[in-house]
């Protein structure tokens, strides 16, 4: 307590994250099966929405996910999920370095 959130039972939510909200956080998964994020599916998935749980006590609020899937079945889809997967993640460093470099070039600029 009091490095990644204090409590003040004072107000209406006690817990208060210390962490910069500004932060990122990339969550990259593997999941045996499919779909998992669609309204139609049986099972949900509980392994992202539970770290995003925890990250926002922390005060951690923008997020940002890619999965491979799957990997239970192998074959073509797994193979066109992890090519996907690595074309998303090739994305997303290019836009956060964009992101920080335009932070980083405010910052200076000051």
Known sequence: MNKTYKYDNSKA?????LLNHEK????LSARGGHDFDSANTPFANHVEPSL???FNFMGLEQFHEIAIEYQEYGGDLLQ???ADAALKTTTLVHKLQQQF????NCAVSR
């Open 80 to 82: 066109k999920s992890i």
């Open 101 to 104: 470099n335009k932070k980083r």
């Open 52 to 54: 995003k749980t925890a």
């Open 24 to 27: 990122s956080v990339v969550l």
């Open 13 to 17: 939510q006690p817990y208060i994250g």
